[in-house]
């Protein structure tokens, strides 16, 4: 697994943390070919974690760009990306969490959560809203049950791209998958 979620947190922008995430998994693809490692097979096991900010559309238009981005990285190698999804998990940004009002983190979380389930994150992470300030028993308990309402309730997983078609969604999930792959470019590059 590669981890764009620390690098967010420590302030990465959202197009650099994609590339970032490209670049390692690229990285692993590369030494996973030095080594002689089926491409299929190591294809297959890879996932990658993405920070979901509050926002609700850019949550869902980063866990678009990254599978979009993913998919250009298993075409390249001549493989199909629908055989070779990658495994997403949607962890929710800490840095989007106020110290100021606790209780707004709640609905913080929510949103972030709902972004990386309709974008098709495939686990969702969250934390207490009152994480920052050591977290409760019921912080603790409302982050878990806003995954459960979310997941199991909410009828999203039961969609293939609940996002899919939305003008607005799909132009920012390109244009962000766009930014990407070229900030991937010029990593690769030097």
């Not at 080594?35 to 949550?59: C, I």
């Not at 070779?84 to 929710?92: D, E, I, T, Y």
């Not at 309402?149 to 791209?161: T, V």
């Amino acid at each position: 697994r590669t981890s764009g979620w620390a690098w967010h947190n420590r302030g990465m922008t959202t197009v650099q943390e994609l590339a970032y995430i490209l670049s390692a998994l690229t990285e692993i693809m590369r030494a996973g070919m030095a080594r002689g490692f089926d491409l299929s097979d190591l294809a297959s096991r890879l996932s990658a974690s993405v920070a979901l900010p509050a926002d609700l559309f850019d949550a869902i238009s980063k866990c678009r760009a990254i599978r979009r981005g993913w998919g250009g990285i298993v075409s390249a190698l001549g493989l199909d990306p629908d055989a070779h999804r990658l495994f997403l998990q949607g962890a929710v940004s800490v840095r989007m969490f106020s110290l100021i009002d606790g209780e707004v983190n709640m609905l913080r979380t929510t949103t972030a959560l709902l972004g990386g389930a309709i974008g098709g994150a495939d686990q969702l992470s969250a934390h207490p809203h009152d994480s920052l300030v050591g977290s409760s028993v019921a912080g603790r308990r409302l982050a878990r049950m806003q995954q459960h309402l979310l997941i199991e309730e909410s009828g999203l997983a039961r969609s293939l791209d609940p996002a899919g078609g939305a003008g607005f969604v799909e132009a920012r999930s390109d244009q962000l998958a766009e930014a990407a792959w070229y900030n991937f470019q010029k990593i690769e590059a030097d």
